[in-house]
């Protein structure tokens, strides 16, 4: 994750908005996603931007890109506590196959 | 819908013995890439292989190979096994080489003692 960062931690109250920030470093990243990892299990695939997107919506996640200032964020509305879970921010470059993880938001919805 | 399955789920292993970790994409994907996740880190990309090709390398240490088959799955092969090794690996595929989504599997824990 040295090229994506992320705050650790995160906690909200249920019914509340989250916003978890992500920055990264590589101007040439061409997809932006978020995946959610929940205690235990495997990485699932919430939503993507591409780089020439500044918002996208689905549902109760809203995605934010700040091309210019490499910033990305993820809002979830009326978070529930099956929510919580540890949110990664990753980054793919056109024409490379891999996919580079942030450090991972440990996000803790509290009832 | 169809996942990607990963076999086994857990090993453990013990120092320097070999270990085999078998990736089963989603049908019709033709593209899989592993990922290893230590203890609270991020993953971090091994390899990818599509149309049985190897198309991009990670950090994956000599000591380990992969290959993809025929039928699109996937084996990696980790040898003279290191407790550092001890993590989390994950497979996943997609449809064509660098398509913007890849499907995780559930990841194989490997536990080296």
């Known amino acids: 994750g040295e090229d994506v960062e992320q705050s650790l931690f995160l906690s909200v109250r249920e019914g509340d908005s989250s916003v978890i920030n992500c920055t990264y470093t590589?101007?040439?990243?061409?997809?932006l996603y978020w995946y959610k990892q929940e205690p235990g299990a495997g990485l699932q695939l919430l939503t993507y931007?591409?780089?020439?997107?500044d918002m996208k919506q689905d549902q109760r996640l809203t995605v934010l890109l700040n091309k210019k200032d490499k910033h990305l964020s993820l809002r979830i509305a009326d978070t529930q506590t099956g929510d919580s879970a540890i949110y990664f921010c990753?980054?793919?470059?056109?024409?490379?196959?891999?996919?580079?993880f942030g450090t991972g938001t440990k996000l803790q919805v509290i009832p | 819908a169809a996942g990607v399955i990963q076999s086994p789920r857990h090993l453990i292993k013990e120092k320097r013995e070999t270990a085999t970790l078998k990736c089963y994409p989603i049908?019709?994907?033709?593209?899989v890439y592993w990922y290893q996740q230590g203890p609270g880190q991020d993953p971090q990309f091994l390899i990818s292989?599509?149309?049985?090709?190897?198309?991009d390398k990670g950090s994956i240490p000599d000591r380990f190979s992969a290959q993809q088959f025929s039928d699109y799955h996937s084996e990696l092969n980790m040898s003279s096994l290191e407790l550092g090794d001890s993590a989390l690996y994950f497979c996943?595929?997609?449809?064509?080489?660098?398509?913007?989504?890849?499907?995780f599997g559930p990841g194989t824990r490997l536990t080296v003692t």
């Open positions: 931007i591409f780089s020439n997107m």
């Open positions: 590589d101007s040439s990243s061409t997809y």
């Open positions: 292989f599509y149309e049985k090709m190897q198309s």
């Open positions: 990753a980054e793919s470059i056109q024409g490379y196959q891999k996919v580079t």
């Open positions: 996943a595929s997609s449809y064509q080489a660098g398509a913007r989504e890849q499907y």
């Open positions: 049908p019709r994907h033709d593209t």
